[in-house]
């Protein structure tokens, strides 16, 4: 049901039976994935309900701010928007790409006033670690504190308030003066009002969302009870490679990878500290790189690899973080104690060729498919980077019959903003739609409308138009 159905003639009760919005649940997202620049609310898709495999357990999500399909569709929109930043040419997408398991190709991300002094991190799986920090450095207390950190950044986004860039207090005036963000916000949290809150709010619910779990680890997990037995699906160098990763050194062999790189989550340790990797990206040294991303996905579907690995890029293949673990080249004094040798001295693994081979076989087992494609964590904007038109879900509707043969059509909206009602015989995303009436939002953020109970049934739907920017 895209809209409220109003039958010919029916009874209080019969009316309320036909407007149940609760059908929304049930549709598909396929209509919005044809549509680029139509943001389909009656269509959400399914970011709170997706399936996580009863072996992953560990989830940063804080209490206060649960994925909501509503949410994350809000935040989708501004992870692509170009607009957060101060001269509209970088968004949140620009650095963390979906077709690199959201990380970056460069070895530093442009952003609006030069480059990024670390490697963009790849935002896969976020949610499913223990490590509520992040950034490379742990500065961000959480991923909603995270999110707006590069906006406020002077090189990224330039919203910084300093070197001349305007505040993170300009760009909630200049969104507010973007009608659709007025248009989303006002369904996505009662009103039209725009804070940084809210916008963390919607890009932690968004980013959280983004998860692969259809790997051909997951398929082999699946079908054992514990990670250190063979997988069925799994060649002997990958079960190899998986008995080096778990096991720790010593006389079993290991590689001891699992210590700080924790499965199933592959998600680090928050005790950890840094690899002994302490570049800085165009010199210098930098000991306070203590987080890094899952381990998943750091390779594509097609082999190669989702951008440079450790923080400053400096690895071009897994086999040159295989050699790096293998003999750690220098001491500091922020080294993981891990990485150093019971007895005095740094970690040296001898592992022979086929060894280190079979950890690449394992590692590359890691690569989901599904989420460098799905449409839910795509760009919802068109080509010329434009939101078209926005339906406004019936679930966001409110109906209330008069007694005398009408009834009254209600919808949070922005206030002063002109939406369309309109109508069909037909409940699909397809129509036909027919305009009824241009209808104003009063200054309370109300749309109201009287249509009439007779005739044949009847659907009714919202929708907006986004001037041409």
């Not at 680029?36 to 009656?42: A, E, K, Q, Y």
């Not at 950044?153 to 659709?180: C, Q, R, W």
């Not at 690899?305 to 001491?331: K, W």
């Not at 068109?382 to 509707?397: E, R, T, V, W």
């Amino acid at each position: 049901m895209n809209a409220f159905h109003i039958p010919a003639s029916c009874p209080h009760g019969g009316l309320r039976r036909w407007l149940r919005p609760a059908m929304i649940a049930c549709l598909s997202w396929t209509a919005a994935r044809a549509q680029p620049g139509v943001l389909d609310l009656t269509t959400l898709a399914n970011y709170a309900g997706q399936a996580i495999p009863a072996y992953i357990t560990k989830d940063n999500t804080p209490g206060n701010n649960a994925i909501t399909n509503a949410g994350a569709t809000l935040g989708r929109v501004l992870f692509y928007d170009k607009r957060l930043s101060r001269n509209d040419s970088v968004s949140c997408s620009s650095c963390h790409r979906q077709s690199l398991a959201f990380g970056d190709s460069a070895t530093a991300s442009v952003g609006v006033a030069g480059t990024t002094g670390r490697h963009s991190m790849r935002l896969i799986n976020a949610r499913f670690a223990t490590e509520s920090r992040f950034f490379w450095d742990e500065r961000a207390t959480s991923l909603e504190n995270q999110s707006t950190q590069p906006i406020r950044d002077h090189v990224e986004m330039g919203f910084s308030g300093a070197d001349g860039d305007p505040a993170f207090a300009d760009l909630v005036t200049k969104l507010s003066g973007i009608e659709e963000y007025r248009v989303l916000f006002a369904l996505m949290f009662g009103d039209a009002t725009i804070t940084e809150a809210r916008v963390q709010s919607a890009l932690g619910q968004f980013v959280r969302s983004i998860q692969s779990f259809d790997s051909r680890y997951d398929a082999g997990r699946a079908q054992v009870t514990a990670d250190n037995i063979a997988f069925p699906n799994f060649t002997a160098s990958e079960n190899n490679g998986k008995a080096l990763f778990l096991n720790p050194p010593g006389p079993g062999g290991g590689a001891g990878c699992a210590g700080c790189h924790r499965a199933p989550e592959f998600d680090i340790d928050p005790n950890s500290r840094n690899n002994g990797v302490i570049t800085k990206i165009g010199g210098g040294t930098d000991l306070t790189n203590t987080r890094s991303p899952t381990l998943r996905d750091m390779a594509g579907p097609g082999g190669g690899l989702n951008g440079g690995l450790m923080h400053d890029g400096s690895c071009t293949t897994i086999e040159q973080v295989i050699a790096h673990y293998a003999a750690i080249p220098a001491d500091n004094t922020n080294l993981d104690n891990r990485l150093r040798r019971p007895g005095g001295g740094l970690q040296t693994l001898n592992l022979s060729t086929q060894q280190r081979s079979d950890l690449v076989a394992f590692l590359r087992t890691l690569t989901g498919s599904a989420v460098y494609t799905d449409p839910k964590w795509s760009s919802p904007f068109s080509a010329s980077d434009q939101l078209d038109l926005i339906i406004i879900s019936s679930s966001a509707i409110s109906l209330t019959p008069n007694g005398d043969g009408t009834a009254t059509l209600r919808c949070t909206a922005a206030p002063g903003l002109s939406y369309q009602l309109e109508s069909s015989p037909n409940p699909s995303s397809s129509g036909p739609w027919t305009g009824v009436t241009t209808v104003t939002a009063d200054v309370a953020g109300q749309l109201v409308h009287t249509v009439s109970l007779s005739g044949p049934p009847t659907f009714y739907r919202f929708t907006y138009t986004p001037p041409a920017s």
